[in-house]
C-alpha cells in the first residue's frame, strides 16, 4: 500500500479554539452588524478571514524573534533581511514598511500622480484604492478566462497583452508610470501568472520603455505553480524560478504577511536607484527610517528566515496540497467552485450557490454570513461590497464574480479542520433554495468600505 503524504512539520505549541452555539452566533453577528469583520477571534472558531499574518511560524523563526536587533539605525536584523531579499529577487536596493499597503502608499508616492494610468492583472483592493486615492486610474488587463469560474486555465492570472497593448496605445507615454503584475493575482482567485506570459509582458514594458512592477505579495506560491505548470521549468528549484521571475522586474513591492510567513511586514525591492531615493524620503515620513520602515528588529530576522522556508519546495507542496484538498472535498460535495484552485484560498461561487438572492441584497455576504452562523466559520465576501462603488458615479460596481473566499492560513489548521469546513458548506448548499433575502447597507465609509460596512437583514 502506498503511504499517505504527510505534512513536512510537526506541532510544537497548540492555541484553543473556543466552542459556541448556533444561538450564540446568530446573536453575535447581529451585534456585529452583519459583518464579520466585527467579530473578536473567540467568537469563530475556524478563521479563514484572511492568509495574510495568520500562518504559524517556525522553530527557526521564533529563534530569530530572540536574536532580534532593535537599534534604530542599521540594525543586523534589518541587514539580514535585505540579504535575504537581495539573494531571492537580485534586486539591489531595499526599503522595509509595515506592511504591503504601505509600500504601495510609499512607491506610489514617487510613481503614481494625478490622471495616471496603471494596467495590470486585477489589482488588489489596497492597491487599486492607492491608486484611486491619488486621481490614478487601474485598468484591469487580465485574460478573460479568469472571470469564468467553470473554465480551467493553468495560469489565469495572466495579463492579456492585446487588451495590454490597446491601453499602452490609446494613451500618452507619460500617462503610463508603470505596468504592474501581481502575483499570484489575489483578486481573481489566488491564481498564477505563467513565467511565459512576465516575460510577453516584460517585453511590451521595454518595447515601449515601460517600468515593470511585481505586487509579490505570493510570489513563492506563484513560482511552485510555473514549476507544477509549465514544462519548462519543472526541474528548476523554487529559488531559481523566483530569480527568474524577479529578472523582469524593475521593482516590487510585498505584503510580507502572506509568503513571508510572519504577522506584519512588507517591503519594497528596487532596480533603480533614483525611484528608491525618492522611497527613502516618503519612507522616513510615513513608516520610519530606512532602516527599520516600522517594523521591529525582532520581525524583520523572522521574515528573513519566512521568506527562505517559504521558497522550499516541501514547504509550498505541502501548503498547496492542503487549498486544494479542501477544493477537491467541496467539488466530491458538489459545492460550486472556482477553477482551478488558487494558492491561498478555495472560492465558493455565491452565483451559483445562492442564485434566489437578488445581487443588489450582497449575495455572497450572505453565503459568509450563514457559513458563520452554522458552523463559526469566519469567512470573507469577494464581491459587491468589497468592489466599492465607482468614483465617479457612486453607483454599486458589481463584479464580474460573487465569491466567497475561503483563506487558508499556513501550517495553521490540521486537515480535520478542514473536512469541518467542507461538510459546512455542503449542508448549507442543500437548502440553498430557502434563502430568498439578503442584507442592505446601515452605513458605509467612503473607500475600502468592507472593512467597516453596517448592515441590517431584509
Ligand atoms: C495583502 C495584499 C496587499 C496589501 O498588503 P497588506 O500587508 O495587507 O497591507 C497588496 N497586494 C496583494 C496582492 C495582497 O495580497
Redesign the pocket.
Known amino acids: 500500500m502506498k503511504l499517505p503524504y504527510i505534512e513536512p512539520y510537526k506541532i510544537k505549541m497548540v492555541e484553543s479554539i473556543q466552542r459556541s452555539t448556533i444561538e450564540h452566533r446568530k446573536q453575535w453577528i447581529k451585534e456585529a452588524d452583519y459583518n464579520l469583520f466585527n467579530l473578536s477571534s473567540d467568537k469563530v472558531m475556524i478563521d479563514l478571514l ?1 492568509d ?2 495568520t500562518g504559524a511560524m517556525s522553530d527557526h523563526q521564533w529563534s530569530e524573534i530572540m536574536l532580534g536587533d532593535e537599534s534604530y539605525a542599521g540594525s543586523k536584523s534589518f541587514l539580514k533581511l535585505k540579504e535575504m531579499v537581495v539573494k531571492l529577487t537580485d534586486l539591489p536596493f531595499f526599503i522595509p514598511t ?7 502608499n510609499v512607491l506610489f508616492s514617487v510613481l503614481v500622480k494625478e490622471g495616471d494610468i496603471v494596467p495590470g492583472n486585477a ?5 487599486k484604492g492607492h491608486i484611486e486615492f491619488r486621481h490614478a486610474t487601474a485598468v484591469d488587463c487580465t485574460i478573460d478566462e479568469a472571470y469564468d469560474s467553470s473554465v480551467n486555465h493553468p495560469f489565469k492570472g495572466n495579463i492579456d497583452t492585446s487588451k495590454l497593448l490597446k491601453v499602452i496605445e490609446s494613451n500618452p507615454r507619460d500617462k503610463i508610470p508603470f505596468i504592474m503584475l ?6 481573481v482567485g489566488g491564481q498564477p501568472v505563467s513565467l511565459k506570459n512576465i516575460r510577453e509582458v516584460s517585453e511590451i514594458c521595454n518595447r515601449h520603455g515601460i517600468p515593470l512592477y511585481f ?4 510570489f513563492a506560491e506563484n513560482a511552485f505553480f510555473i514549476k507544477e505548470r509549465e514544462d519548462e521549468f519543472k526541474d528548476k528549484t523554487i529559488r531559481e524560478i523566483v530569480l527568474e521571475m524577479f529578472s523582469y522586474a524593475d521593482g516590487t ?6 509568503d513571508g510567513i510572519v504577522n ?3 517591503f519594497i525591492a528596487l532596480r533603480d536607484e533614483d525611484v528608491f531615493k525618492g522611497c527613502t524620503t516618503y519612507n522616513i515620513m510615513y513608516e520610519g527610517f530606512i532602516t527599520y520602515g516600522g517594523m521591529s528588529g525582532r520581525d524583520m530576522g523572522a521574515l528573513a528566515r519566512g521568506l527562505w522556508e517559504a521558497t522550499e519546495y516541501d514547504y509550498l507542496e505541502s501548503r498547496v496540497r492542503q487549498v486544494h484538498y479542501l477544493g477537491r472535498r467541496l467539488e466530491e460535495l458538489g459545492v460550486p467552485v472556482q477553477h482551478p484552485f488558487g494558492g ?1 484560498a478555495i472560492y465558493v461561487d455565491a452565483d451559483k450557490y445562492l442564485p434566489n438572492i437578488p445581487k443588489e441584497e450582497f449575495r455572497a455576504q450572505a453565503l459568509a454570513i450563514e457559513l458563520y452562523i452554522v458552523a463559526g466559520i469566519r469567512a470573507v465576501e469577494i464581491g459587491t461590497i468589497q468592489a466599492d462603488r465607482d468614483p465617479e458615479t457612486r453607483e454599486n460596481r458589481y463584479p464580474k464574480l460573487e465569491l466567497v473566499r475561503l483563506a487558508i492560513p499556513r501550517r495553521t489548521y490540521s486537515l480535520s479542520q478542514i473536512e469541518y469546513v467542507a461538510v459546512a458548506l455542503k449542508n448549507i448548499y442543500d437548502t440553498r433554495h430557502k434563502a430568498k433575502k439578503g442584507y442592505r447597507i446601515k452605513w458605509e465609509a467612503p473607500i475600502m468600505r468592507h472593512f467597516t460596512i453596517k448592515l441590517e437583514k431584509i
Open positions: 484572511t495574510s499574518g509595515h506592511q504591503g499597503r504601505a509600500a504601495e489589482h488588489f483592493d489596497t492597491t501581481t502575483i499570484t493575482c489575489n483578486s505586487d509579490s505579495a505570493r513591492w510585498m505584503s510580507a504577511k502572506k506584519m511586514g512588507g491561498h
